[in-house]
């Protein structure tokens, strides 16, 4: 693979791999931002539970995703890349957060090509 292609994969898979590993922590912790406001009255409505433990379910994901990326890149990116693609749905649903929509959007692109490029990796190995 080429040096400054491998660079790239490798920018992608940390920050892929650490983002979702901090922000799933932060679910815990709240530090970053309250994200339960980033869920709609109508989720909430539906819970059987607070809206902090479903963010703190929320957050076990997103490390495990993280997780994933550095461990098992090709499988972790795609993962990440649909959790990404489900999350703006939601926002973009509820009519909340129309911004953040679109910036998960453009990450899940992002991811996808971590997804292909560790595709492309595995490839030229086999």
């Not at 433990?53 to 990116?77: D, P, R, S, Y």
């Not at 990440?80 to 693609?85: A, K, N, P, R």
Request: proline residues 2%.
């Amino acid at each position: 693979m080429d040096s400054n292609v491998q660079s790239v994969r490798t920018i992608l898979k940390y920050t892929y791999g650490l983002v979702p590993i901090v922000a799933g922590l932060d679910k815990f912790a709240n530090f970053l931002t309250d994200w339960t406001q980033y869920l709609s009255d109508g989720m909430v409505e539906i819970l059987p539970f607070e809206p902090s433990v479903f963010m703190m379910i929320i957050g076990v994901i997103e490390i495990v995703a993280g997780v994933l990326v550095l461990t098992k890149t090709n499988f972790g990116a795609y993962l990440v890349s649909g959790w990404l693609v489900l999350i703006a749905l939601t926002l973009i649903v509820s009519g909340i957060y129309l911004d953040v929509a679109v910036r998960d959007v453009v990450m899940a692109i992002g991811a996808f090509s971590l997804a292909k490029l560790s595709e492309n990796k595995f490839k030229a190995r086999t």
